[in-house]
């Protein structure tokens, strides 16, 4: 089976979605040190863009996880792989995630960073795909699109690996 990708979201639009979004960050966070914590590998092309747009001192680490499962279904297990590299124990931190689906991703982690004490801990997710929502704890603060139930690709986010350098949001659609 081969599959296609239509542009869903082009890149001028996530560049001027991330211009509103780090003004917005940046109000909000005027006089402090923000933490990012990019969850990879997805979230690494919208923090590089998003970092980059923000007004504020900004320090940056990194998570993986993997959840079990099929290529595009995730079981619910969540698993750390690699954990942040200095503590977050009061500071202010926003977890920067490509895409918010059951929300089990995010629940385990904000789990794991609340029990380091942080001063404050918020989720920036460039999509969200609410209709597919398991865990209902998970808000985010700052969403880029919301967007249906429809497995996509681009801007960080891959199909088995594939299409993660893609300057734009694409759906996919398998041909026989
Ligand atoms: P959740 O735990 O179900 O919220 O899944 C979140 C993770 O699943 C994301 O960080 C992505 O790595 C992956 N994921 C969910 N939906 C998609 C999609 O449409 N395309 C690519 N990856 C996805
Ligand atoms: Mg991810």
Known sequence: ???MIDVMITEAAIQKR????????SHDYHGLTLSLICVLKGGV???SDLSRKLAVDVEMDFMDVSSYGSDTVSS???RIDKDLARP????????????LDTGQTLSRLIRHLTAQ???SLKVCTLLDKPERRVAQD???EYIGFTIPDNFVVGYGL???????QLPYIGAVRFEK
């Open 1 to 3: 089976m081969k599959e």
């Open 18 to 25: 991330i211009e509103e979004l780090a003004e917005e960050i």
């Open 45 to 47: 092309i919208f923090l």
């Open 76 to 78: 619910g297990i969540v």
């Open 88 to 99: 977050i124990t009061g500071k202010h931190v926003l977890l920067i995630e490509d895409i």
């Open 117 to 119: 004490n942080p001063a």
């Open 138 to 140: 998970v808000v985010p």
């Open 158 to 164: 891959d199909y088995a690996q594939k299409y993660r």
